[in-house]
């Protein structure tokens, strides 16, 4: 996998302390970093950052996964995955024909809100600390600094320098960059997550999840690692594509001629 070796697990979290306030952001600035207006804008047209923020987040996806001998997160578009993803509660569960998305109603809709709001608050705090830290260090915007400096800034942010010590959440084993497992499409504890760990957990997402989401644009993040991927989910749906010739034990050579063929019983893949 092509997520930089250099992120670590940071240390312990203080839950007397959030980010905008390690920053030393402004109280009545933290409350009014998500109006309401730009969150319903947000839920009609699919976006949710401003430009400025969409430029910070787009710069530090792409240290994340580099461009280098092969695509990285900005090929693969992982901030429109993001946005996509944090614009609301349409763009939470694919239909399983590819149609679209389902439509979240009642508590589920209730419960996906809050969880997105949550997501949202942490990435408005998180960007404006990244820009604030990266002003004191190189006296610019993090989307302004050279690539050896935005690594700077993220190894700072990562280790939490300057910051209280806190309680680590058991869900940065998931979404952690240094996680030895995969990341999941959607876990059920990323609101647990700072907003590093946060921030590297939909980089990964929106660079591998079916290209539904928003995110591995043309299938880069497949090819990248050698899978080819179904055209479409409905291809999947409808049974003429199965992925269990590259995920079953013993069916992983990426070699279609060395591997043996999963079969239902009308002869197809099943």
């Known amino acids: 996998m092509k997520i930089r070796a ?5 240390g312990p979290a203080d839950p007397r302390c959030n980010s ?3 920053f030393g ?3 009545a600035l933290r409350r009014s970093m998500i109006e309401p207006d730009a969150v319903m804008n947000a839920t009609a047209t699919g976006t949710f950052f401003t430009p400025a923020q969409r430029r910070t987040v787009a710069a530090a996806m792409a240290r994340i996964i580099p461009s280098d001998a092969t695509p990285g997160a900005a090929e693969a578009g992982t901030i429109d995955f ?3 993803y944090l614009s609301g509660t349409g763009f939470v569960y694919a239909r399983p024909d590819g149609s679209g998305f389902e439509t979240l109603t009642g508590r589920s809709e209730q419960a996906w809100r809050s969880r997105i709001e949550t997501m949202r608050a942490k990435y408005v705090e998180g960007i404006a600390g990244l820009d604030a830290r990266s002003r004191r260090s190189h006296g610019g915007v993090f989307a302004d600094l050279e690539p ?3 690594d700077e800034v993220l190894r700072a942010v990562e280790r939490r320098d300057g910051l209280p010590d806190s309680t680590l959440s058991p869900a940065y084993a998931i979404g952690g960059p240094s996680a030895s497992g995969p990341a999941l499409q959607q876990t059920s504890t990323e609101v647990d997550l ?3 760990a946060l921030l590297v957990a939909h980089t990964r997402q929106g660079f591998y999840a079916d290209p539904i989401y928003g995110g591995n644009r043309d299938h880069v993040g497949w090819r990248v690692i050698g899978f080819p991927g ?3 989910l409905a291809e999947v749906h409808a049974g003429r594509y199965s992925t269990l010739d590259w995920f079953a034990d013993g069916h992983t050579d990426p070699s279609p001629e060395k591997r043996e063929a999963h079969r239902g019983v009308d002869g197809r893949n099943s």
């Open 6 to 10: 250099m992120f670590e697990p940071p």
């Open 20 to 22: 905008a306030q390690a």
């Open 25 to 27: 952001l402004p109280l």
């Open 82 to 84: 993001l946005e996509r």
């Open 148 to 150: 050896g400096q935005q």
């Open 194 to 196: 700072d907003f590093f």
């Open 230 to 232: 179904p055209a479409s």
